[in-house]
């Protein structure tokens, strides 16, 4: 049979097991998903498929490795490193998960819920508010990005200080292997030390590993009190030592804090037309604190908190404050920062890091890191922003005025990123702390892991994948001689 006959054969057989409903070659309706969130890679798809349940993966994914297909397994898309995206062969088939988006059960009494893998987050914290529950995991891109999608990058977000990453959420996990067997770890046990803790396996394999159809997630009560506070300080060591006081004062009721340096705000206050300023004067650097109790009531926690930060300003850790008068005066603070990555993309082009160095070393790395870059590279800006508590920041670097989107991140982008990653590695850090690594980190990943880490994880989707046909290009290229 010649390719294209091959294709053909494939595509009909796929389109008699997904019906019209769940696959098409439409340019027009797979558009949208061939290009990633950041607008960094396009690709091409031999065709998208949307399987509606856990069978239809499984024959799909069988069907596949018959056909020696490669599958490159999608959810929300909103991922921030390419891993979602297909390359430019158009040899892939583009599988969506979106379709799968039941809600399988809740049960407030156990704290938990099973959810496919198509569930957008959004959804879930609304499924989740009306039993009176949470999901104690956020981020800004919730109204997009899905269950499959969290679980498969490992996601954070801005409650890991208290909560940990989807590691922490994922009772019970069942996913698609390459050969299209089901592995079935949904029932959660407290104990089981039957080897290998193979759900942690898959989680942050970012689809090299298998398809997650479905999860069992934990569930908390929902908070009886929330409060919130935007506040101004003349520098980033200071909110360091600002994190360690209420870390101390407020104890497991801390839940988020966040820094936004003074750029970041004035960007997200010029792109969003309608939003303020919580503070009157400008700050070099501001933090968004988020405390949250089961125990205690709104006015009880506001007033510990207030007690807490009356003495961190008696004691000149920080320059002024507001703490939010009701959730919707919340919800804004939220959403400056939540904002801040679509305000930077539509300045211009920028080279996005998402990294991490140890929670105690990251003020000085940022003061050490930001002049170092613009000193090297004339007329660039580095701005980071984000989960301080976590040792995380986005840093990002914007490129010097005028640069051309798509060409500078080609070009002088790659040594920059290139030279980031060679100082947070300097100090100790990772060169992705929630993003993963996609098809945008793996050369770096090459050159900066350890090469010990690196053959294990080889060996690993070698063992699982041996055709190489899941997301091929992503995370980890793993070859029978690479590992030989
Ligand atoms: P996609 O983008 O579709 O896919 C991401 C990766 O997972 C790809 O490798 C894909 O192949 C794989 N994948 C998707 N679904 C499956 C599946 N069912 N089985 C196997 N593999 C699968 N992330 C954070 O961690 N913390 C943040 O604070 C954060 N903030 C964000 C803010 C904004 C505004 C945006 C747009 C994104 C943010 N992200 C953040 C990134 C993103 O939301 C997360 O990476 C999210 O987990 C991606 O989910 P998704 O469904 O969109 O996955």
Redesign the pocket.
Known sequence: MNTLSATTAFLDEAADLLGPRGLTTDPERMDAWLT??RGRYTGRALAMASPASTDEVAALVKLCARHRVPI??????????G??TPDETGTALLLS?RRMDAIRSLSPESGQVVAE??VILQHLHDAAEDAGMRFPLT????G???????????????QVLRHG?MRGQVLGLE?VLADGSVFNGLVPLKKDNRGFDLKQLLIG????L????AACLRLLPAPIGRVTAWIGLDGIVEARTLLRHVERDMGEALEGFEVVPAHCLDSVLAHLPDARSPLAGRHKWNALIECVSAGADSAALRERFETSLAAALEAGMFEDAVIAANERQAEDFWLLR?SI??AERAIGPAMQHDISVPVERMPEFILAASPAIEATFHGTRAVAF??LGDGNVHFHVLAPPGSVRGEWEESAGKDVSARVYDLVCEWGGSISA???I?QMKVPELARLHDPVALSMMRSVKLALDPLGLL?PG??VIASPAACA
């Open positions: 990633d969130w490159v397994p999608q959810g929300g898309n909103s991922g921030m490193a891993g979602a998960l893998a198509g981020l800004g891109g919730k997009s990005a899905t269950i499959g999608g969290l679980v498969a990058t490992n996601a954070g977000g801005t990453t996913a394999s970012e689809g090299t298998g398809i997650v159809t939540d990555s679509a984000g989960h929630e993003h993963g996609g997301n992503k995370l």
